[in-house]
């Protein structure tokens, strides 16, 4: 079975950094494209970023560059998504998913992670 | 504010046809294809439909997607009381990267 499992929630105070993980099995990790999206309390879905494993090209939405860094092992076919300095609006949902191909342009995400709540408190 | 406009509510009783609009611009949706999910509060969310109109195995064929120019449209005919959710669009951005709506809540009534 193809899927992906996201680390359990985490709460963080504001200042602190965080490390996020998804790790893929039931298929090939390093020929599929993995996202990440921000899904904000009661709001709506937020594309921050992507990476291909198989060589590490990585792409960030605008809004999201130089916020957080996206990265991924291979041999352990795991994706990481982390921030060096939480803020109190980082909290959120955020969501791993997978490209259904190879294509950024045609490709929607076929298959998505349980999830990962994250809530930055003092 | 989205890229990608998305109303914010539809409705409709068991049975009826629901439209959500999907409205971009030519360096998207335009040039790009169209990706659906529905997403029920509280889970993941789920592909319902790639590449302006296709449909991934086991989605029900009441879901249906089209597009033109830099507009696109999911419907759902036949509603039925499980299809309550959130619906985005996504699309990629020849500029910006990956896109979604701002989501449409649907309600059966």
């Known amino acids: 079975e193809v899927q992906l499992v996201q680390s359990g929630a985490e709460v963080k105070k504001p200042g602190e950094s965080l490390k996020i993980s998804c790790k893929g099995s039931?298929?090939?990790?390093?020929?599929?494209?993995i996202g990440w999206v921000r899904q904000m309390p009661g709001k709506g879905l937020e594309w921050m970023g992507i990476?291909?494993?198989?060589?590490?090209?990585?792409r960030y939405s605008p809004s999201f560059r130089g916020q957080v860094t996206i990265s991924a092992d291979e041999s352990i076919t795991t994706a990481y998504l982390q921030w060096s300095s939480l803020k109190a609006s980082d909290t959120a949902v955020y969501h791993c998913?997978?490209?259904?191909?190879?294509?950024?342009?045609?490709?929607?995400?076929?298959?998505w992670g349980q999830g990962t709540m994250v809530t930055v408190s003092s | 504010q989205s890229v990608l406009t998305q109303p914010p509510s539809a409705s409709g009783t068991p049975g009826q046809r629901v439209t959500i609009s999907c409205s971009g611009s030519?360096?998207?949706?335009?040039?790009?294809?169209v990706n659906w999910y529905q997403q029920v509060p509280g889970t993941a969310p789920k592909l319902l439909i790639y590449?302006?109109?296709e449909r991934p195995s086991g989605v029900p064929d009441r879901f249906s997607g089209s597009k033109s120019g830099i507009s696109a449209s999911l419907a759902i005919s036949g509603l039925q009381s499980e299809d309550e959710a959130d619906y985005y669009c996504g699309a990629w951005d020849d500029s910006l990267g990956g896109l979604f709506g701002g989501g449409t809540k649907v309600t059966v009534l």
């Open positions: 039931g298929y090939s990790f390093t020929e599929y494209w």
């Open positions: 030519s360096s998207n949706i335009g040039g790009n294809s």
């Open positions: 590449r302006d109109n």
């Open positions: 998913a997978r490209l259904a191909g190879d294509s950024l342009i045609y490709d929607g995400f076929n298959i």
């Open positions: 990476i291909y494993p198989g060589d590490s090209d990585t």
